[in-house]
């Protein structure tokens, strides 16, 4: 961790001619330590001008879970039941967690996290998109191990854990083809993340693989990018006979939006989505879509966190896929002799 006089574990180390994962170690109150050592290295810690927390009676790590509140401040959320599976991961292995909601305000002011800032956290995981901007900031003020889950920077190197997104939205699409669709659209801010993106190009790959053009018109935006409300775009004029939706969150909202246009799902618009998680509060209508073992990702994502804080090598390279599986229900009607 960098304090703001710009002391590091890293000069603590040098001072003494130690690791750097040996001074974490001791002022964190971990075993692995002689008394000695650990009481030299404090009292040059706190000669250097580092702030020295207070020890506590327990020696496990204290992970930061980091995640916008553009993505939980609608009460249901997928990345809720991220949390909890992350929460549940990092309690079985002896581990605290701190969370922290980012506001947009927040990460717009480059306003860094309280629970970094503070010197409660020996690691912290990002669960969620946040801009490159704030993830630099993150990275740079705080010399602590890092893991980001369900989103990967296109531009830093941060070790990542994410669904297959890519390959998730290209075999759902490529179900909607076998279906006998040919004329299909996709739901989704494509610049909001990475995930949002990769799924985007998903669909591409599929329409492409089978001579099916990509029309502009066909590619509705889903939310506000700034602020994360989400809205879905105005309807085409000429419609699609299925869309493919990011989320099952959008897919939801996308056949709410059709209804009170006048579409029958399926019997007119077929919809399929992403994540198996949402139920449809609106109707009565099970999303056919692509599941993600959410439990097995914060697994990795853990198990990720805790080798960097035992000292494992950490050169931010190590980007994690998990795959998961197609789910028929109810949003998906065959369509005969369709044509482009």
């Not at 369900?150 to 290209?170: H, K, N, Q, T």
């Not at 853990?302 to 109810?330: C, F, H, P, W, Y």
Request: proline residues 2%; hydrophobic residues 35%.
């Amino acid at each position: 961790m960098k304090m703001k006089n710009g002391v590091t574990m890293a000069d603590i180390a040098d001072a003494l001619g130690v690791s750097k994962v040996t001074v974490s170690n001791a002022l964190a109150g971990r075993a692995g330590v002689s008394q000695e050592l650990r009481e030299k290295i404090k009292q040059t810690a706190i000669r250097m001008g580092y702030m020295v927390k207070q020890s506590s009676e327990s020696s496990g790590y204290s992970v930061g879970v980091i995640v916008s509140g553009k993505y939980v401040e609608r009460g249901e959320s997928y990345y809720w039941e991220i949390y909890w599976e992350l929460a549940s991961v990092l309690k079985s292995r002896g581990a605290a967690v701190v969370f922290e909601m980012i506001k947009v305000e927040d990460e717009r002011k480059k306003n860094v996290p309280l629970c970094l800032n503070n010197g409660k956290c020996d690691a912290v995981i990002i669960l969620g998109p946040l801009g490159n901007s704030y993830l630099e900031l993150i990275k740079d003020s705080f010399e602590i191990p890092m893991v980001l889950l369900d989103s990967y920077s296109d531009r830093l190197m941060i070790d990542a854990v994410i669904s297959s997104g890519y390959y998730g939205m290209y075999r759902m699409t490529e179900y909607l083809i076998r279906k006998g669709h040919v004329k299909i659209g996709y739901v989704g801010s494509i610049l909001e993340s990475s995930s949002i993106m990769d799924r985007y190009h998903g669909y591409c790959k599929a329409l492409q693989e089978n001579k099916i053009p990509i029309r502009e018109d066909w590619i509705l935006e889903d939310r506000d990018i700034e602020t994360g409300e989400i809205e879905i775009g105005k309807l085409p004029e000429e419609m699609p006979s299925a869309f493919a939706c990011n989320c099952d969150f959008i897919a939801n909202e996308l056949i709410k939006k059709l209804i009170e246009n006048g579409y029958r799902v399926p019997e007119d618009i077929s919809i399929v989505g992403y994540d198996n998680y949402s139920k449809n509060k609106y109707y009565n209508i099970g999303i056919t879509s692509y599941d993600i073992n959410i439990h097995l990702m914060a697994v990795k994502a853990v198990d990720r966190i805790l080798d960097k804080l035992a000292g494992a090598r950490d050169d931010g390279d190590d980007l994690q896929v998990i795959s998961g599986k197609l789910i028929e229900k109810d949003s998906v009607k065959e369509k005969k002799s369709e044509t482009v």
